[in-house]
């Protein structure tokens, strides 16, 4: 994958894609962060329910953990769907193989402590196993990968590649700033946008179609 400049593909197809798709199915990407806010909600539905304050713990924390993690999980689904078939469907946030999910949480698991330790060790090599690892959750997802697995495929995938990486990172923020400086409702269109560039970039790397630097 030498070849293959990152930040390019991310730039010139990944967010000519990502923003494309985020104007022609708004309606599809909203229905997704409504459900998303709903789960995220479910806590201070409960405490408003009980007449409790909107920050006191209950058991809808545990609902909204799980819906969360299950969500998230299943947008990944989306975006590579997106990108491969140009179309997906809300069956996607919830219709998982089971075995594949838990093996996608328990590589979270590892990688944030990975990732966890870099950042204790002075934050740069943090930032560099961030980068390294940029990809992974779309290898345990995608495909039959264990936990060690999706990490190597990532790592192997991202060698030479950092600085890239990091510019992407840097560009997506700045994507995510405006979309917030936009009271808030850009996030629509911006999370979309970044997040199917991401998966153009996860396609292009499995396809194996050239991309030169």
Known sequence: MKDINFYRVFKDDGLKLGWKHAKKDF????QVFVLVGIASAIPMIVNWIY????DTPNFGDVISTLLSLIFSFGMIKIFIHFV???KADLKDLRNHDWVR???WF???IVTAVLIGVGMVLLIVPGIYVAARL???EYYVVDQKLNTIEA???SWEVTKGHVWQIIGIGLLSFGILLLGTLALGIGLLWAIPTVKLAQATLYKKLTSHDEYLA
């Open 134 to 136: 940029y990809l992974y």
């Open 27 to 30: 309606f599809f990407f909203l």
């Open 84 to 86: 491969r078939k140009g």
């Open 51 to 54: 007449g409790m304050p909107f």
């Open 151 to 153: 990490i190597s495929a």
């Open 106 to 108: 328990l590589t979270r």
């Open 101 to 103: 999910f838990l093996r």
